[in-house]
C-alpha cells in the first residue's frame, strides 16, 4: 500500500536558517503529493502541491520537487521566521482517494 | 474559495453524553467529505469517508455505532460521538473534495477540540 516517511523532528532551527524536511513515499502508480502545515490549535493548511514529476511546488518561500527516480518530495525554505513554526504534513494521493500522511515534522524557530 | 468550516472549534462534555461535529464546505460542492481523528503530537488517522445520499465507509477498528457519520447535502457533514467517554477526548478534523473542480486536493477544516470529562 501507500505510505509516507518523514525525517523525525523536532527540528530546531535558529531564524533565517536554511530548511529542508526530507519526505520519500511508496505508491503505486503516479501520486499526486503535498505539503500541509498546521499551527498549534489549527486544522491543515495546503502549503504546496505537484501533480507529476519533475513539478516543482512553491508557496510562502517555501519549495519541493517531486522526484520520480528517488521517491522523495523534500520541503526546503532559504530563510525560515519564527512565524514559520508549526508541524509539516507529507502526503500522497494515488487518485481519486483520501490523503497518505506522513507522521508530521514538527518545526520549532528561535529568534 | 475553497472553505471548508467546522463547528464547534471545542466542546466540552460529560462522560455518557452524545456530541455533534459539523463540517461544512461553505463556497463549493463536495459529495465526499472526510473526517480524521489526532492525538496530541501525533498524524491524521482517517477514520471514515462520508459520501453525500449514502452510507459512510469506516476504516478498520472504527467503531460505526459509535462514530455516526450523516452527509445529508453536497455541502454538510456531522459526526456523532455517541455515549462519549474520556478516551474519546480528541481532536477531530474533516476535510472535502471540491467535486465540481474534479480536482483530488482535499481542504481540511480548522478542527474541533473534544473533551470528554
Known amino acids: 500500500g501507500d505510505s509516507v516517511t518523514q525525517m523525525e523532528g523536532p527540528v530546531t532551527l535558529s531564524e533565517e536558517a536554511f530548511l529542508t524536511i526530507n519526505c520519500t513515499y511508496t505508491?503505486?502508480?503516479?501520486?499526486?503529493l503535498f505539503w500541509y502545515v498546521q499551527y498549534p490549535g489549527e486544522g491543515l493548511q495546503l502549503l504546496l502541491k505537484?501533480?507529476?514529476?519533475?513539478d516543482k511546488g512553491s508557496n510562502k518561500g517555501f519549495e519541493a520537487t517531486y522526484r520520480k527516480e528517488t521517491t522523495s518530495f523534500h520541503l526546503e525554505k532559504g530563510s525560515v521566521q519564527v512565524s514559520d513554526s508549526a508541524v509539516y504534513f507529507c502526503?500522497?494521493?494515488?487518485?481519486?482517494?483520501?490523503?497518505?500522511f506522513g507522521k508530521g515534522t514538527m518545526l520549532l524557530v528561535s529568534p | 474559495g475553497a472553505v471548508v468550516s467546522q463547528h464547534p472549534s471545542w466542546v466540552i462534555c460529560k462522560s455518557g453524553t452524545s456530541v455533534k461535529i459539523e463540517c461544512r464546505s461553505l463556497?463549493?460542492?463536495?459529495?465526499?467529505m472526510f473526517w480524521y481523528r489526532q492525538f496530541p503530537k501525533q498524524s491524521l488517522m482517517l477514520m471514515a469517508t462520508?459520501?453525500?445520499?449514502?452510507?459512510?465507509?469506516?476504516e478498520q477498528g472504527v467503531e460505526k455505532d459509535k462514530f455516526l457519520i450523516n452527509h445529508a447535502s453536497l455541502t454538510l457533514s456531522t459526526l456523532t460521538v455517541t455515549s462519549a467517554h474520556p478516551e474519546d477526548s480528541s481532536f477531530y478534523i474533516c476535510?472535502?473534495?471540491?467535486?465540481?473542480?474534479?480536482?483530488?486536493?482535499?481542504?481540511f477544516g480548522p478542527g474541533t477540540r473534544l473533551t470528554v470529562l
Open positions: 462520508s459520501n453525500e445520499g449514502s452510507k459512510a465507509t469506516y
Open positions: 502526503a500522497l494521493n494515488s487518485g481519486y482517494s483520501t490523503l497518505t
Open positions: 505537484a501533480t507529476k514529476a519533475d
Open positions: 505508491a503505486t502508480g503516479y501520486p499526486s
Open positions: 476535510s472535502a473534495r471540491d467535486t465540481l473542480a474534479g480536482v483530488i486536493e482535499q481542504f
Open positions: 463556497d463549493f460542492q463536495a459529495t465526499t
